[in-house]
Every structure is written in structure tokens, then in C-alpha cells.
T-cell receptor, first 110, second 112 residues
Framework: GQQLNQSPQSMFIQEGEDVSMNCTSS?????WLWYKQDPGEGPVLLIA?????ELTSNGRLTAQFGITRKDSFLNISASIPSDVGIYFC??????????FGTGTSLTVIP | NAGVTQTPKFRILKIGQSMTLQCTQD?????MYWYRQDPGMGLKLIYY???????DKGEVPNGYNVSRSTTEDFPLRLELAAPSQTSVYFC???????????FGPGTRLTVT
């Protein structure tokens, strides 16, 4: 019940392309979170989603909380080289414990 | 604000040795967390604390101990290091009621 399935596992794209990744779970949750981890650093929160159906943007990033509350997706538009990194979804029901997906590794080719 | 700081950055331990990973935050956050990240994997929660004097187990607590004597500090103790504990360890903190965790830079631990 704690597992988050994140896909794709890795992506290699040309600079300027759009990117889409998603996260699914067999259980429903109250909160979906999207993080980015740069090499050698800790994760940084990009977007937090709190309601089913919610669509939230942060610059070129857009994330949605699925209607079923079992999935979420993250889109990046017009990718740039600094978008390189590992993107994690995470979820929490209580705010006490957080469970992370296995990550999507993004490589942007200039 | 320094945010969340962790020491050391790197450490190599022999099997059976013990060590303490230090974590400090200066944001007056109530909640603190320890995660481990294995290659190609997401973060797994080891222990967490909702305030000084209160700690609780996460997904993978075996082989670790924690204490929370102050709001700022949340050290993670490995008593008998094993190769399976080779990993990158991240500390994080957040305010109660917030889902935004702030992570430290990590400690890369190798047990040989």
C-alpha cells in the first residue's frame, strides 16, 4: 500500500522539448508532492497538491492531482539544461510520514 | 539561516563500527526526519520526530537509533555498521502542518 510507481524511469530529451512524467499508487492519498534532486544535493520541493483534480503551475512546471486520488503527473514545458536531475513524487496522508517514488532521471541534451 | 546542515559529508566505516550522523536545523521546525537513499531508488524514511523528546519509527528503522533532546538537533546513530547500511543519508525538517520539507545536503556512508 505504500508503493509509488513512477514512470518513466529515465528520459533523454532535446532542449526545448516538453516532458511528462507520472506517479501512481494503489491507495488514495490526501497530498501529492513533486521534488527535484540535483546531483549531490538533497531534494527540493517543486509543487504540492492538496485536492483531487487540482492543477498547479510553478513557472514552466505544471502538476495535477488525479481525480481518483491515486495518481499525479508533472509536466515541464520547453526544457532547458538546468532541468537535468531526478524528479521524485511523494505522498503523505498525515504530514508525519512521507513516501517517495523511485524517481525519473531527466537528461536534457543541448 | 543555514537551513538544514549535516555532518560529515562522507564517511567510510568498517563492519561493526559505530558512528553518529549529525543533523541541525535553524528554522525552528518541529518535525525532523532521517531518510536513506540507495542507488536508483527513492528516499526511505528511517525515523522521524514531531518535537523534542518524541521520536517514531519510519519504514526502515532496523539498525538505527535516534534522539531528539532539542528542537534543533536530530542525530542518527548506527551502532554496528553493516554493508547493507551503505547509502546516502538525508535529514529533513518541516513545520507542523506544512508538507514542505527542507533537506540537508546528505551524508554519503560506505561500510566495508
Amino acid at each position: 500500500g505504500q508503493q509509488l510507481n513512477q514512470s518513466p524511469q529515465s528520459m533523454f530529451i532535446q532542449e526545448g522539448e516538453d516532458v511528462s512524467m507520472n506517479c501512481t499508487s494503489s491507495s488514495i492519498f490526501n497530498t501529492w508532492l513533486w521534488y527535484k534532486q540535483d546531483p549531490g544535493e538533497g531534494p527540493v520541493l517543486l509543487i504540492a497538491l492538496y485536492k483531487a483534480g487540482e492543477l498547479t503551475s510553478n513557472g514552466r512546471l505544471t502538476a495535477q492531482f488525479g481525480i481518483t486520488r491515486k495518481d499525479s503527473f508533472l509536466n515541464i514545458s520547453a526544457s532547458i539544461p538546468s532541468d537535468v536531475g531526478i524528479y521524485f513524487c511523494a505522498r503523505s496522508n498525515t504530514g508525519n510520514q512521507f513516501y517517495f517514488g523511485t524517481g525519473t532521471s531527466l537528461t536534457v541534451i543541448p | 539561516n543555514a537551513g538544514v546542515t549535516q555532518t560529515p559529508k562522507f564517511r567510510i566505516l568498517k563492519i561493526g563500527q559505530s558512528m553518529t550522523l549529525q543533523c541541525t536545523q535553524d528554522m525552528n521546525h518541529n518535525y525532523m526526519y532521517w531518510y536513506r537513499q540507495d542507488p536508483g531508488m527513492g528516499l526511505k524514511l528511517i525515523y522521524y520526530s514531531v518535537g523534542a523528546g518524541i521520536t517514531d519509527k519510519g519504514e526502515v528503522p532496523n539498525g538505527y537509533n535516534v534522539s531528539r533532546s532539542t528542537t534543533e538537533d536530530f542525530p542518527l546513530r548506527l551502532e554496528l555498521a553493516a554493508p547493507s547500511q551503505t547509502s546516502v543519508y538525508f535529514c529533513a525538517s518541516t513545520l507542523a502542518g506544512s508538507y514542505e520539507q527542507y533537506f540537508g545536503p546528505g551524508t554519503r556512508l560506505t561500510v566495508t
